[in-house]
């Protein structure tokens, strides 16, 4: 096992890849969830939990089902990866989401529409598709995951951070809410843009 290796994809994912601030994926909740420190780290949480699983359970799918049924088949089914992910992923978030009512209420009620959101969001599904784009392997994917979750809760508890010092801000009137939440998300990726340099390994 090569840790150097490991430790440049999970440095990618963290800073200088990150899903939200660079690749721009996973922008609704990262928008819409951003409001309170407190569920912006319970949804970090969550998508952390489902990246992994879904970067373990999507890789299994594709190495042992589709691409050995096209070398069996001789008809190419790695075409059926995106619709198979998804289904993998929609599982998945529906088990956090019965775990989430069950042990913390007030999370789930604060998430709220946020949580089933993360069956569609693209981040968790991004992270899926370029474990195979990559070919990364096993132990590869799952760190990915991991890193891709850790750097997804770290672009949305600072964004929270932000946005609770800006509602104490006196932010012109045209520009509260989403305007300025908009405008500071920018400026985090600017930042983070500084990252791009970073040489690893």
């Keep these: 096992m090569d840790w150097g290796n490991l430790f440049v994809i999970a440095v990618g994912a ?23 420190l407190s569920s912006a780290i319970g949804m970090g949480m969550a998508v952390i ?63 709220g529409i946020y949580l089933p959101l993360i069956t569609t969001n693209c981040a968790v599904l991004g992270v899926a598709v370029l474990n ?13 995951g991991i890193a891709a979750g850790i750097g997804f809760t770290l672009a949305l508890v600072l964004m929270a951070g932000i946005r609770e010092r800006l509602d104490l801000a006196d932010v012109p009137k045209a520009l509260q809410g989403v305007p300025i939440a908009f405008i500071m998300a920018g400026l985090m990726a600017i930042a983070f843009l500084g990252f791009s340099g970073l040489s690893v390994g």
């Design 49 to 111: 939990f489902v990246m992994t699983i879904a970067s373990l359970f999507s890789w299994i799918v594709y190495v042992y089902l589709l691409d050995p049924a096209t070398n069996f088949w001789g008809v190419d089914l790695t075409f059926l990866r995106t619709i198979s992910f998804i289904l993998v992923i929609a599982g998945l978030v529906q088990f956090v989401e019965m775990v989430i009512q069950k042990l913390a209420p007030s999370l789930y009620q604060a998430l």
């Design 14 to 36: 963290i800073l200088i890849n990150n899903f939200v601030l660079m690749r721009f994926l996973g922008i609704c909740p990262y928008i819409g969830v951003s409001k309170s």
């Design 132 to 144: 195979i784009d990559e070919n990364y392997s096993l132990v590869e994917s799952l760190v990915n």
